[in-house]
């Protein structure tokens, strides 16, 4: 049976192919293993001089595998589960800290546990055909793998509302997009040949290559609504929101646990004080909290199991719930 990551050395260049196309390349036990064994190998050998991690099917990561956890999760065998998402976790914080160049070729779509092993690497590559989300809250899930953090402090525009909007909505940074938030730090034309060249070059490469994307960014236009009316609670937000941003708000959202957005936003709040290590434990302990709730399971069967887009969501909960598992 074929591994789904293909990892492989070429010259100095260590390098992780996700293979595991069928399932978009969404993340289990043995490629979170395999991802973490190499990184690890590679950290301390001088015969390794960067990384690159990349897809050779049409999108790079939808995430993670939640069907395969749910079904752990309506079993009750809770341990597995959380020892996944603590190991997935502790990966995303040594990919950030790497000592080495830690490249991602981000071809297609990446979502959740994707933008997990790529997003915190030191270069991000992307084409015009890219784009990224963290729709978890259609899950009945929190935004995690480091994302609560990243997204409050992406360099183009650092923004706890911002932060906020991006995971609260699940919406879809386009290729520009990505590039104006520094979500991506390059964009290029095409990867054909791009592979070969870093192997040669190095990350000089990258810079070679790297165009200016040919569309102009959308989020800019919504940055004035988003600063004024995504402050506070999920419930003072909805308070706020007005106007052309509250029609987007509602759309993005009308498949959106309730309880999942509430939630998420006492994350953010208690993130933007902490660091990316800080944040991780908050995520592992509120999505160990949100995976026992009942809308985890059934947000994955209305969207990846039955696929009917009908989720019979339970009311939110109270801010305090979920406030009380978080640390500040």
């Not at 040919?214 to 402050?231: H, K, R, V």
């Not at 052309?244 to 708000?249: A, G, Q, S, T």
């Not at 995520?283 to 069967?301: K, N, T, W």
């Amino acid at each position: 049976m074929n591994q789904p990551v293909k990892v492989t050395v070429e010259k100095s260049t260590g390098i992780l192919t996700l293979d595991r196309p069928k399932a978009l390349n969404s993340l289990n036990d043995e490629m979170m293993t395999l991802i973490t064994d190499a990184l690890i190998a590679w950290k301390d050998d001088p015969a390794i001089e960067q990384v690159v991690i990349r897809s050779d099917a049409k999108h790079f990561c939808a995430g993670g595998d939640v069907r395969t956890i749910r079904d752990q999760v309506l079993a009750e065998d809770f341990q597995p589960v959380d020892d996944f998402f603590a190991y997935e976790y502790n990966t995303n914080l040594m990919i950030s800290e790497y000592p080495k160049p830690y490249i991602a070729l981000m071809n297609g779509l990446t979502m959740g546990g994707g933008l997990g092993v790529s997003a915190h690497g030191s270069h991000r590559v992307i084409t015009s055909d890219s784009w990224a989300s963290m729709p978890e809250i259609n899950i009945g899930f929190i935004t995690d793998v480091g994302i609560s953090h990243l997204f409050q402090h992406l360099p183009g525009h650092p923004s706890l509302a911002l932060g906020k909007f991006l995971g609260l909505t699940g919406y879809r940074l386009k290729a520009a997009d990505m590039i104006e938030t520094g979500l991506a730090t390059h964009h290029v034309e095409s990867f054909d040949g791009l592979l070969e060249a870093i192997i040669e070059k190095g990350v000089s490469a990258i810079e070679e290559a790297a165009i200016a994307p040919s569309a102009s960014p959308e989020l800019p236009s919504l940055y004035d609504g988003i600063e004024a009316q995504f402050q506070g609670s999920w419930e003072e937000i909805e308070q706020n929101l007005h106007g052309d941003l509250k029609e987007l708000v509602d759309k993005l959202t009308s498949q959106a646990s309730p309880s999942a957005l509430v939630a998420a936003t006492e994350l953010f709040e208690a993130n933007s004080q902490l660091d990316l290590a800080g944040s991780l434990d908050n995520e592992g302990a509120l999505g160990s909290f949100m995976r026992r709730e009942p809308d985890f399971a059934e947000g994955v069967r209305a969207v990846l199991v039955d696929k009917d887009q009908d989720p019979h969501f339970a009311e939110a909960g109270p801010a305090e719930r979920y406030r009380a598992v978080l640390k500040r």
